[in-house]
């Protein structure tokens, strides 16, 4: 449901952003899923293949998802490390809330036909 | 087809695989989110966010009754389907509007700037956003709100901050509802709050009873708290989800 949509708004979005483009060109759409914003990519590819039946300007598209763990910064040692199992703590083991990534969910690159 | 005058100033080239963009997703519902924050500039938004069955419209129920007289309080109300629980808020005397999402799992804020003008908020001091029961999607959505407040009920179990983490990461307030359940479930107020510091350190926790009353005393504190604070400094602070 959830997943609904977010595909829709990935369709929104490109729509405003390239207002020239005709959606029927585009090939291959990238999104970059931090593990924080509860996006499966299979789920993101079902979907998007049920969204593109009811919208077939988009059934060029292919969907590339690709998944970011969480990192965090700490201000205290300067250091970056990664968040396993959700425990929110750097390396240094204070706890902190400064996500650097994981929580982004981008189009990060869209492909256009010749 | 090469796309004329593109918005980005990096255009895309032909078939060429090339890092065009970086678009959020959900630029459009932010957006939104921060028309609703412009628009009530001196109004605590506060949604609530649970599984169903957590007792969020008893609490709303409850937390009306002993706010009456203090402040003014209205409701938004998000479910699938019905418009029992806006009925329900109504029957004890609260100002309350069902959204319903017509099968949706969770509100966008673009339905909360629609409801705005549909709900009398003439003098309300605080809006809550009762969002659809769903511990997953609505964590999504920022929809304008000052602070987010997840209801997790005891007898839901004990686990559910590491099993939801994105709804815990992005609340200021746990409450732990059910607690006159506490002595008959297996729920460690300890373990949940271990567990819900993991995924989010600066998350409060309070323990409430709806139907005995433990603890409301305390939340209606914090939320005249939070009313005052938001009249006084008029936070607009952008929240990211």
Same mark, same amino acid.
């Given at each position: 449901?959830?997943?609904?949509?977010?595909?829709?708004?990935?369709?929104?979005?490109?729509?405003?952003?390239?207002?020239?483009?005709?959606?029927?060109?585009?090939?291959?759409i990238?999104l970059?899923?931090?593990?924080l914003s509860?996006?499966q990519?299979?789920?993101?590819?079902?979907?998007?293949e049920?969204v593109?039946?009811?919208?077939?300007?988009?059934?060029?598209?292919?969907?590339?998802?690709?998944?970011?763990?969480?990192?965090?910064?700490c201000?205290?040692?300067?250091?970056t490390?990664?968040v396993?199992?959700?425990?929110f703590?750097?390396?240094?083991?204070?706890?902190?809330k400064?996500?650097?990534?994981?929580?982004?969910?981008?189009?990060?690159?869209?492909?256009?036909?010749? | 087809m090469?796309?004329?005058?593109?918005?980005?100033?990096?255009?895309?080239v032909g078939?060429?695989?090339?890092?065009?963009t970086?678009?959020?997703?959900?630029?459009?519902?932010?957006?939104?989110a921060?028309?609703?924050?412009?628009?009530l500039?001196?109004?605590?938004?506060?949604?609530?966010?649970?599984?169903?069955?957590?007792?969020?419209?008893?609490l709303?129920?409850?937390?009306?009754?002993?706010?009456?007289g203090?402040?003014n309080?209205?409701?938004?109300?998000?479910?699938?389907?019905?418009?029992?629980?806006?009925?329900?808020m109504?029957?004890?005397?609260?100002?309350?509007?069902?959204?319903?999402?017509?099968?949706?799992?969770?509100?966008?804020?673009?339905?909360?700037?629609?409801?705005?003008?549909?709900?009398?908020l003439n003098?309300?001091?605080?809006?809550f956003i009762?969002?659809?029961?769903?511990? @997953?999607?609505?964590? &999504?959505? /920022?929809?304008?709100?000052d602070?987010? *407040?997840t209801?997790l009920?005891s007898t839901e $179990? =004990?686990?559910?901050?590491?099993?939801?983490?994105?709804?815990?990461?992005?609340?200021?307030?746990?409450?732990?509802?059910?607690?006159?359940?506490?002595?008959?479930?297996?729920?460690?107020?300890?373990a @949940?709050?271990?567990? &819900?510091? /993991?995924?989010?350190?600066?998350?409060? *926790?309070?323990?409430?009873?709806?139907?005995? $009353? =433990?603890?409301?005393?305390?939340?209606?504190?914090?939320?005249?708290?939070?009313?005052?604070q938001?009249?006084?400094?008029k936070?607009?602070?952008?929240?990211?989800?």
């Amino acid at each position: 449901m959830h997943e609904i949509s977010l595909v829709r708004n990935i369709f929104r979005t490109i729509e405003e952003q390239f207002p020239e483009s005709a959606p029927e060109t585009i090939t291959c759409i990238y999104l970059r899923a931090g593990e924080l914003s509860n996006v499966q990519p299979i789920l993101m590819q079902n979907a998007f293949e049920a969204v593109v039946q009811d919208d077939p300007r988009y059934k060029r598209a292919k969907l590339e998802v690709e998944i970011t763990p969480i990192l965090v910064y700490c201000e205290t040692c300067k250091k970056t490390s990664e968040v396993k199992q959700y425990k929110f703590v750097c390396a240094c083991g204070l706890p902190t809330k400064n996500v650097i990534q994981g929580d982004e969910l981008l189009i990060t690159k869209v492909e256009f036909l010749n | 087809m090469i796309p004329l005058k593109p918005k980005s100033n990096r255009a895309p080239v032909g078939n060429i695989p090339c890092d065009n963009t970086t678009l959020n997703l959900l630029k459009a519902n932010d957006f939104v989110a921060k028309a609703i924050r412009d628009r009530l500039p001196d109004m605590l938004v506060v949604n609530v966010c649970s599984s169903p069955g957590s007792g969020k419209t008893t609490l709303m129920q409850e937390t009306g009754k002993r706010l009456a007289g203090k402040l003014n309080m209205a409701v938004l109300v998000g479910d699938p389907e019905t418009e029992r629980d806006a009925i329900r808020m109504r029957d004890v005397g609260i100002n309350a509007l069902q959204i319903v999402t017509g099968g949706m799992c969770h509100i966008e804020a673009q339905m909360i700037l629609q409801a705005l003008d549909h709900i009398d908020l003439n003098h309300v001091d605080l809006l809550f956003i009762e969002n659809v029961g769903n511990l @997953v999607c609505p964590a &999504a959505f /920022d929809l304008g709100e000052d602070y987010r *407040v997840t209801v997790l009920a005891s007898t839901e $179990g =004990d686990d559910k901050p590491k099993k939801y983490p994105r709804m815990f990461h992005t609340s200021e307030l746990l409450l732990v509802s059910k607690s006159d359940l506490l002595p008959y479930v297996p729920f460690s107020v300890e373990a @949940v709050t271990k567990d &819900a510091r /993991d995924v989010n350190p600066d998350i409060e *926790v309070m323990t409430i009873s709806s139907i005995k $009353g =433990d603890g409301l005393d305390a939340w209606c504190d914090w939320l005249l708290e939070k009313v005052n604070q938001k009249k006084q400094s008029k936070l607009t602070t952008q929240k990211a989800y």
